[in-house]
């Protein structure tokens, strides 16, 4: 009895009793999750295009912020060095696309998915190599990121907002909006979607495969720098932080591989439902609940929803 | 056609392609002059849709000339072959399934768009007003092929012989030089195949396509096709006007087959 009453009642007592803290809780679950939606958007991105499940996401996003504050450590001023590593994210597009992707135009999905396991190491290898391999500080100050926090008083409490948080969060909300916008109504972004419903279809209409897939690995390292940005602020740019891009998995099976809402709802309900869970039911398992609820709340999904939340309809003609 | 000589559009010259060991097409020469409707039929496996695989570049013959446009050209890609104006239809319908009938005629016009990203990202200015003259166009097609209460379906939800006409306007919107149908009244009943061959005589006639079409149907071969090219094993055995062509022997022996 006793289990089930701090299941089920002590832990939405304490959130009904203290909401200013529940307020808090929400507050940096969204945040987290915001930045768990663009991880998994660059996985969409490619999936989308090219039906490469990119395993060296993650470690684009600490390649780029390595980048960004090693050439910043070079001395390249911080808005030179971003530009620069823009490039590089431009340079790498064309050079996936170029050495591993039409090389094996029409392999099995399993050759390209090892393919990225070997970019992996390559990124991990050449990043070592040119920015070493020790933790490095973001450059948030240079980059015009804002620092300290803001103290609301509601609820009859206090809730504190970093301003680093809303400000990672406008730039992901932006990002997406803009992103969606693009492939909704622009023609590259309706090639791309051609793309990714029907190859050769695409092909006879005149659509570059070339010219796609540099252009989503692209966008895909963008993305990949703003979330490096971003987390490397909360913490530090080192090559641990490639297991952030693990979260992205739940929130891929959550919102669909195909799915770019998917991925941002998705993004989301992992975000804050891991803080909820850390906050209120992680003391009765004695703490480390964050680690593995996220993979359980995707495995539940997976049970009633194989497709994710917006993956696309499977419409088959019988 | 007419006393002075029929400008040819697109020419292939002692053509062989084979797939490892086997030989889909062996030393197969033919030419399509501009303006006409050319058929090229023969019996299952006779190679003709590996013919127009070459043509639009998916296959590489591994002997042959290939003139288009009166230039010989060397391996060209799909993408290549789009872009000099040759538009082709598929025998199992390939469309984009998510996406609605108007979004996939709009791909038809991906190469005539040209603006850049930087404007696309913007979706402003010139961009813009690029996309609402190509969506002029794509409407036309659609009041063109009959298909207006369908604009905005996804085709994946849309019966076969619709889903054909979808095919055949995203590939007119590229307004092709050449177009190429593979099989455009496969599985079609009495009713649909008339309004496919009339859309194709429009498009021949309005529009100026030049058209190469496999069809399996004989009848509706001999009403379209100004001439007939036969295919049997990979190798041409007739080329002539249709009425020569339906008395031929070897034609007939080929459909029919013949004692020994």
Redo the contacts between chains.
Sequence with gaps: MNILHAIFVDPFAQMISAPDLLVQTVWEGFVGGVLYSLIALGFVLIYKASGVFNFAQGIMMVFAALTLVGLHEKGAPAWIALALTVAIMYALAVGVERVVLRPLVNQPDIILLMATFGLTYFLIGFGELVFGGNPKAMITEQLFLPSGAIDLSILGGKVTLQKLDIAAAAIALVMVA?LG??FQ???????L??V???H??????????NQIWV?VWFAAGVVALATGIMWGARSDVSFALQVVALKALPVLILGGLTSIPGAIVGGLIIGIGEKLGEFYWGPLLGGGIERWLAYFIALAFLLFRPQGLFG?RI?E?I | MSDTAPEILLSLEHVSLAFGGVRAISDVSFDIRKGEIRAIIGPNGAGKTSMLNVI?G?YHPQLGVITFGGRARSRM???EA??QGI??T?QNV??????TTL?NI??????R?N?G?FW??L?HGP?LVE?IRHREFCEEIIDFLEIEAIRKT?V??LP?GLQKRVELG??LA?EPKLLLLDEPMAGMNREEKEDMSRFIVEANRRLGATIALIEHDIGVVMDLSDRVVVLEYGRKIADDVPEVVKADEKVIAAYLGVAH
């Design positions: 803009g916008l693009f109504k622009t023609r590259i972004g309706r090639a979607r051609a990714a419903d029907d050769q279809a695409a092909l006879s209409v005149g659509i570059s495969l252009v696309e419409i003609r | 639009n998916f890609r799909p993408h789009a872009a538009a082709r598929f390939a469309l984009f399934k998510g996406m979004d709009m791909t038809g016009r991906s190469l768009m603006r990203l696309q990202a979706r961009a996309e996804p994946g939800a076969y995203r590939a590229m």
